[in-house]
């Protein structure tokens, strides 16, 4: 599993993307790179590995599931929380992540069809969190990647839910994602990944960021908590 990511996803490609982590917070110290953002720098990133020319990339997500092609690959990039959740009895770390919306699909067995269908190869996942250092914070960023074929949405069982919309009953799927759709989001298909399922390429913590003065850059670099290549 992941020979395809592993195929993308160099040390060049790495100390890329850290660099830009760390650019972002020189100019905003209290703000969390976001998923719109995340795939800029992913899609830089790849070019500058692979080249232009191996990259599809413009700026504008106009399909329904992958949000760039890189040697043939379409990937979907997404931003993402680490949770607990339920399942099976047990409280299993997640990674949660926001999917396709399906309110364009009118009865749940077109939203259910569709949910079925492949639209991208793999999820290149960047959660991030603030951690206090002292008397200032740092920000932590880890990046999670997980192939397509993990999602395996041709076993879920659905039950109707009134204020989630529909959710997987926990432990019903045997691809083990918990999975929900929820009405609040415009019918969002939300997926909840158990963290040991999936490849954890790093964990990085940026140098001292200044909470209090914006015109202040951090002091230091920022370093690996782990290195997964």
């Known amino acids: 599993m992941f020979e395809l990511e ?84 047990e409280m299993v770390p997640c990674l949660s992540i926001s999917s396709y919306r399906l309110k364009t699909q009118k009865t749940w067995e077109d939203k259910v069809n569709f949910m079925k269908e492949k639209h991208e190869d793999s999820f290149f996942c960047l959660s991030s969190s603030f951690v206090p250092y002292f008397d200032n914070i740092r920000a932590v960023y880890n990046l999670f990647v997980f192939p397509h074929e993990l999602v395996n949405m041709e076993t879920v069982i659905w039950k109707e839910h009134q204020m989630l919309h529909w959710l997987q009953p926990r432990g019903l799927s045997e691809s083990q994602i918990y999975y929900t759709v929820e009405q609040t989001s415009g019918e969002q298909l939300w997926l909840h990944v158990p963290i040991d399922k999936i490849w954890k390429v790093f964990s990085y913590e940026t140098g001292n960021i200044e909470s209090n003065q914006s015109d202040i850059l951090p002091k230091e670099n920022g370093s690996f908590l782990c290195f997964n290549l």
């Open 6 to 89: 592993k195929s993308l996803l160099t040390e060049n490609v790495i100390k890329y993307i850290v660099c830009k982590i760390d650019a972002f917070h020189k100019v905003f110290a209290n703000t969390k790179l976001q998923s719109f953002q995340w795939e800029d720098v992913l899609a830089q990133a790849l070019i500058y590995e692979h080249g232009k020319h191996h990259v599809e990339y413009n700026g504008i997500t106009a399909n329904s599931g992958y949000d760039l092609i890189c040697n043939g690959i379409e990937i979907s990039c997404k931003s993402g929380s680490e949770k607990n959740k339920r399942i099976n009895g």
